[in-house]
């Protein structure tokens, strides 16, 4: 078997592409959130706390600059999209579980169970 056909067979395996499918709307997905989190999320955070921006924290050590106040903004980024992807997510579960409980109709009787029924019947027909 030569290496492109195995490769092909690879490629073309059903979890592949559907990984593939995954992480390219995840990427877009990732846009979609992160344009949440700057545009309408932050600036109303930024109100809520008097607009601080952790950015601008930094040590110097040396001639080393550690600014180590950009980690703790991405942190906060982090925690606040990862809250935003779960409630998401948590809608969507509750929106699907309830089209999962959507009545189901009983089985029909078996024959063996309309005979014993019919049998009961008669009983008590003849009490």
């Not at 924290?57 to 942190?75: D, E, P, S």
């Not at 925690?79 to 997510?89: D, G, Y």
């Not at 579960?93 to 009545?103: C, G, H, Q, R, T």
């Amino acid at each position: 078997m030569s290496i492109v056909k195995e490769f092909r067979d690879f490629a073309m395996r059903g979890n592949v592409v559907d990984m593939a499918v995954g992480v390219i709307i995840g990427g877009a997905f990732g846009k979609i959130v992160s344009s949440l989190v700057d545009d309408v999320i932050m600036p109303l955070v930024g109100v809520l706390t008097g607009g601080i921006d952790f950015t601008g924290l930094k040590a110097t050590i040396g001639n080393a600059n550690i600014t180590y106040g950009n980690f703790i903004q991405n942190v906060v980024d982090f925690l606040i999209i990862a809250f935003c992807i779960f409630m998401m997510i948590k809608g969507l579960n509750k929106i699907s579980k309830k089209k999962e409980e959507a009545p189901v109709a009983p089985p029909a009787p078996s024959k063996e169970e309309v005979l014993l029924t019919e049998i009961r019947d008669l009983l008590k027909e003849k009490k």
